[in-house]
């Protein structure tokens, strides 16, 4: 099992940057498949960027060239820099896990994190 803390969450004009940051707890982090999704009022959690315990790294389109997902096994931290913010990025962030492959649908993450709000402003 695994608890995972988010951070790094805030207020940013457009074109601005963030640093979310998620903590799990455990020794098995290298383990788990980890995912950033998002959830913005009014629509469907959605995937926005996940990664492989061997770094291989999956984007969504709107995520593309814009955001890094990256993971600190040492840490057992995963991290999503996400760079030129739009107001269509606000949303709150959710970082989840499952033990073993790929996957995209929130559907098949067995653990979650609280959240953390992200406010773009225009």
């Known amino acids: 099992q695994v608890q995972l803390i988010e951070s790094g969450g805030g207020l940013v004009q457009t074109g601005g940057s963030l640093r979310l940051s998620c903590a799990a707890s455990?020794?098995?982090?290298?383990?788990?498949?980890m995912g950033w999704f998002r959830q913005a009022p009014g629509k469907e959690r959605e995937l926005v960027a996940a990664?492989?315990?061997?770094?291989?790294?999956y984007y969504t389109d709107s995520a593309k060239g814009r955001f890094s997902i990256s993971r600190d096994n040492a840490k057992n931290t995963v991290y999503l820099q996400m760079n030129s913010l739009k107001p269509e990025d606000t949303a709150v962030y959710y970082c989840?896990?499952?033990?073993?492959?790929?996957?995209?649908?929130?559907?098949?993450?067995?653990?979650w994190g609280q959240g953390t709000q992200v406010t773009v402003s225009s």
């Open positions: 989840a896990a499952k033990l073993g492959s790929e996957a995209y649908n929130s559907e098949d993450y067995g653990y």
């Open positions: 455990g020794r098995t982090f290298i383990m788990y498949y």
């Open positions: 990664i492989s315990t061997g770094h291989t790294e």
